[in-house]
Structures are given as structure tokens and as C-alpha cells.
């Protein structure tokens, strides 16, 4: 008996050994404790098959570790495209300006409006044409009998409108021309007033009252005959035409405009 018990002491010895060396390398290779005890006490825990044991891991850290990786890679992708994105310029409203360019001073090109400043400098009887549809005097006004060469343009706007090379005497004292010298510099319409009808002109930016114009001119020069008030233009000598910004009318007048 006593013989048994010492037999039977040194198996449950070398077992609790054994037991413990398990154990402990179970804990090495990654499995807790916890796990290894109920591991060594029931073969049928999950973490051993017929070939062994397989090393234990711990699924939850793991995962942790994948999110956190995949994460970091996602963080170092969007850095990237970040790196590469060309700089977007936001306009900043509080420092917009608008910058206007003066527009070419040749003719057709030239800017011309009516304001205050040109209403201002015009004498009694230049108001009362242009703005008031007013009639000046015949025989009695600067340019019925005037010929020199140059340019007739609005007395307020400055606008294009008639040329020497075109002017011609009517006999009725008013300046008289056959054309206007930009047919977009004017503009026509019907006037019903003193008991007729007649064709009215004005010019087209700055709307003044320029006359009338009648088909009763000169047959080889188109029969027109723009019966102009003196009132309603200012004269643009030759030597004058580039400098006042209507060097595009020189070639009317040939070799004298080149002077």
C-alpha cells in the first residue's frame, strides 16, 4: 500500500510538472493564463487540434491593430492627394477693383456719352437745339458759309458726325452736307411738328437735336441733304484730327490729312 502511494504521489508529481511547463509555454507562444489552465484541465477548449496546440491570439487586438494600420494608410493617402492638389485662389471681395481701360481714341472705337459737365459748358443757344429741339437763325450762325477742312462733330458728346469733303451750300443758311460721315454716329425719326412731316436727326449717344434731312439734294451725290444746325456741331480743323483722337477721318481728306 504505502508502495502504491509513493507511486501514485510521483505520477501526480510529474503530472503538476508537466501541467506547469505546459503552461508556461502556452503563455510564451501568446495564450493567457486563464486560457492554458482550462486548456490543460478539458481537451475539448478550442486551441488544440490532434497535431497540438496552436498558438493562441487574441483576435480583438489584432483587429485593433489592422483597423489602426489601415487607418494610418488611408490617413498617409489622403496627405498625399493633399500634397499634390495644386493651391485653390479664393478672390477675396474685400479687395476687388474694377479697372476701367480707356477705350482707343480712333473714331468708331471712341467712347462717347452725354453728362453733366458737357451739358454745363454749352452757351444759350446750343441748350435750345440739342436739348430742346430749338432752331437757330438762318444766315445768322457759324458755319452756313463756312468751309474749311475738318470734321463737324456733336457739341456735347463729341460723336463723329459730318466732314468739309461733304458739306456744300443748299442756299437755305444752314450747314448743308450730302452724308453723314458715320451713319453710326446718327440716327433718324419722324417729326409731325408745324403742321408737316420730316425726318428728323439726332445723334446716337448723346440724342441731341441736330436738324432734318431732306431728299432734295444734289441727284449725283445721292439726292440727300442733311440741313444741319451750326449750334449742334463744333469744327475739328485737319491739323487737330489725330491729336482730339479722329486720326481714322485723315484719309478723307488725302494728302492734306497727312500733313
Known amino acids: 500500500m504505502l508502495k502504491f502511494l509513493l507511486i501514485a504521489t510521483a505520477l501526480f508529481t510529474l503530472t503538476s510538472a508537466a501541467n506547469a511547463q505546459t503552461v508556461k509555454e502556452n503563455v510564451e507562444n501568446g495564450m493567457p493564463p486563464e486560457h492554458s489552465n482550462k486548456l490543460n484541465s478539458s481537451p475539448k477548449i478550442y486551441g488544440t487540434s490532434n497535431l497540438g496546440y496552436v498558438p493562441y491570439s487574441n483576435p480583438e487586438p489584432e483587429q485593433q491593430n489592422l483597423d489602426q494600420i489601415t487607418n494610418d494608410k488611408k490617413q498617409s493617402n489622403i496627405q498625399e492627394i493633399k500634397n499634390n492638389e495644386e493651391p485653390v485662389a479664393v478672390p477675396d471681395d474685400s479687395s476687388t477693383t474694377t479697372t476701367i ?20 459748358n454749352l452757351d444759350d443757344m446750343q441748350t435750345n437745339v440739342t436739348q430742346h429741339n430749338g432752331t437757330e437763325p438762318a444766315f445768322n450762325n457759324a458755319y ?57 436727326v439726332r445723334s446716337k449717344a448723346g440724342d441731341s437735336h441736330l436738324g432734318h434731312v431732306f431728299n432734295d439734294g444734289p441727284k449725283d451725290a445721292g439726292s440727300q441733304h442733311y440741313c444741319i444746325n451750326s449750334a449742334a456741331l463744333r469744327f475739328v480743323p485737319v491739323d487737330e484730327m489725330k491729336k482730339q483722337g479722329y486720326g481714322e477721318y485723315l484719309k478723307l481728306f488725302g494728302s492734306a490729312g497727312g500733313k
Not at 474749311?148 to 458728346?157: A, S
Not at 461733304?166 to 403742321?195: C, E, M, Q
Request: hydrophobic fraction near 25%.
Open 101 to 120: 481701360t480707356p477705350a482707343p481714341q480712333n473714331g468708331s472705337e471712341k467712347k462717347y456719352e452725354k453728362n453733366e459737365s458737357s451739358l454745363k
Open 144 to 200: 452756313w458759309n463756312f468751309y474749311r477742312p475738318g470734321i463737324y462733330v456733336d457739341v456735347v458728346t463729341g460723336e463723329p458726325l459730318f466732314s468739309s469733303t461733304d458739306k456744300y451750300d443748299a442756299g437755305n443758311g444752314w450747314p448743308s452736307f450730302h452724308r453723314p460721315i458715320n451713319d453710326n454716329f446718327v440716327s433718324t425719326r419722324a417729326d409731325n411738328t408745324l403742321g408737316m412731316t420730316r425726318i428728323e
